[in-house]
């Protein structure tokens, strides 16, 4: 008791303290001069400490974590079907059956095509296929074209403009050198890596749409109007090539030689992906210069020669194909509420990061 005395503010009575001693059997706490309980001191001690971890871990998040730009339109409908006759009921329940030049595109999107797809006759299999994949393509070209304004709107803070984004510079320290937003910054650094470019010129000519004509005239040729193993199992439109072990293998190869196709969880998917093939890719290089003069997708095929080993005949199909089903009346659509859909785009992702 002795011991105890000793620590004892002045005005605490012995009763006072034997209460505390005996009830947590050891040297009592003082708040002040009031004896108080060690085993919630403790608690509240701890509690602090664990609010002030995930304050600490929450400051020091990358800005990046504030692009909060979702991966997928989770507001569009989409519609899952089962069989082909399931398919031709959904297109024209949602007002994307019947599709003419300048017509409002509904922002509807098909999941997969069904594996039956190719038991339609022609005429009407190639209707359902090109009015199917229509909204997909308005959609990802849609995020694109935001892509691209908000890509403009930060360079026009910068004065004078830059030629070319450099990044070696601290985030922090790059924002406050030409006043960008530490997230400004990372959407540039997001950018530059997804599209493969650092020059502004360059950055310019890769963010841009391609024609919707084009689009379903190249995946038309690449997946037999849908019709074909990679379209029905992977939803690869276009024929898209992968070298990881998760693609869908290429059958009636010689052993050794076979090839790994992409796989996709969706059209959209699938439709973002050549996008950003053809904008990213050397080997589109023409296309992309053909392009800054003119948006008349016959043009850009010539762009395209390398896309097959076959060529100049690759191209001359592709051209073909393009006027025999008056695809470029497609390209006169607009997609309805596109205005509803801002802020839903994908922007700078890294998803196709490869």
Not at 36 to 46: F, Q
Not at 192 to 217: F, N
Request: some cysteine; glycine content about 6%.
């Amino acid at each position: 008791m002795n011991c105890l005395a000793s620590n004892r503010p002045p005005d605490v009575t012995p009763e006072q303290e034997k209460v505390v001693a005996v009830k947590q059997n050891e040297t009592p706490m003082y708040f002040g001069k009031k004896p108080v309980d060690s085993g919630m001191v403790r608690m509240v001690s701890g509690l602090s400490l664990v609010m002030l971890f995930f304050l600490v871990v929450l400051l020091l998040q990358p800005s990046s974590v504030f692009i909060r730009f979702p991966q997928r339109f989770q507001a569009v409908p989409t519609i899952e079907v089962h069989s082909a006759e399931d398919l031709l009921r959904q297109l024209k329940a949602n007002n994307l059956w019947e599709v003419q030049a300048f017509s409002e595109v509904p922002a509807v999107l098909v999941g997969k095509f069904p594996g039956d797809l190719p038991t339609l006759d022609a005429a009407t299999q190639k209707k359902a296929f090109l009015h199917a994949l229509l909204p997909a393509a308005m959609i990802a070209l849609s995020e694109v074209e935001a892509e691209r304004a908000a890509f403009e709107k930060i360079l026009a803070k910068f004065a004078p403009p830059p030629r070319r984004l450099a990044f070696d510079l601290d985030a922090e320290d790059y924002g406050r050198l030409v006043g960008l937003t530490q997230n400004e910054v990372f959407f540039l650094q997001n950018l530059c890596r997804k599209y493969r470019a650092y020059e502004v010129a360059d950055l310019r000519r890769r963010i841009s749409p391609v024609p919707v004509s084009l689009i379903m005239a190249q995946g038309a040729l690449e997946s037999a109007w849908g019709g074909s193993r990679f379209a029905l199992e992977g939803n690869n439109l276009f024929g898209i090539r992968t070298w990881n072990k998760a693609g869908i293998v290429s059958a009636g190869r010689d052993e050794g030689k076979a090839q790994s196709f992409a796989a996709y969880a969706s059209l959209l998917d699938s439709v973002r992906a050549y996008i950003l093939m053809i904008n990213r890719v050397p080997a589109y290089n023409e296309l992309r210069e053909i392009r800054e003069e003119t948006m008349d997708s016959l043009a850009l095929a010539n762009g395209l020669l390398q896309y097959s080993e076959r060529g100049s005949d690759y191209v001359a199909d592709l051209s073909r194909l393009l006027k025999s089903n008056e695809l470029q009346l497609y390209d006169q659509c607009v997609l309805a509420g596109k205005g509803g859909l801002r802020g839903r785009v994908r922007l700078a992702s890294l998803a196709n990061l490869r």
